[in-house]
């Protein structure tokens, strides 16, 4: 990962959280689900090659070219940095909408 300190931040953040789930339920399992929730998120977003990522779907089931590598980094600080491609939202939509979801049921009960 080019940039750690996004990392960090990220880490302290879910610490916080984790420590903020512990002194309101009183449960250890509770903590551990937060944590375990947290970093498998963290994970899906810091991790990921996003040059490859950063594609229409369809490009996905080719291997990335030295020009898209190229290209990407040319832009990488520019306006063209976030692209929303319509599937990627959709499928971290479904996938995080779904863990929230039973991360929240596990913690609120």
């Known amino acids: ?17 984790v420590a903020v789930v ?9 903590m551990v ?9 963290l994970a899906g977003v810091l ?10 779907f369809s490009r996905w089931i080719h291997p990335v070219t030295a020009e898209e590598r190229a290209s990407h980094a040319a832009h990488r600080f520019g306006l063209g940095r976030i692209r929303m491609y319509p599937m990627r939202v959709i499928g971290y939509s ?5 863990g929230l979801y039973k991360w929240w049921m596990f913690v609120s009960s």
């Open 1 to 17: 990962m080019a940039n750690d300190t996004a990392l960090r931040s990220a880490l302290v953040w879910l610490a916080a959280v």
């Open 22 to 30: 512990g002194l309101c339920t009183l449960s250890f399992q509770k």
């Open 33 to 41: 689900a937060t944590y375990v929730v947290g970093v498998v998120g």
């Open 47 to 56: 991790c990921p090659d996003w040059v490859y990522f950063d594609r229409d």
């Open 94 to 98: 479904i996938i995080y909408g779904f």
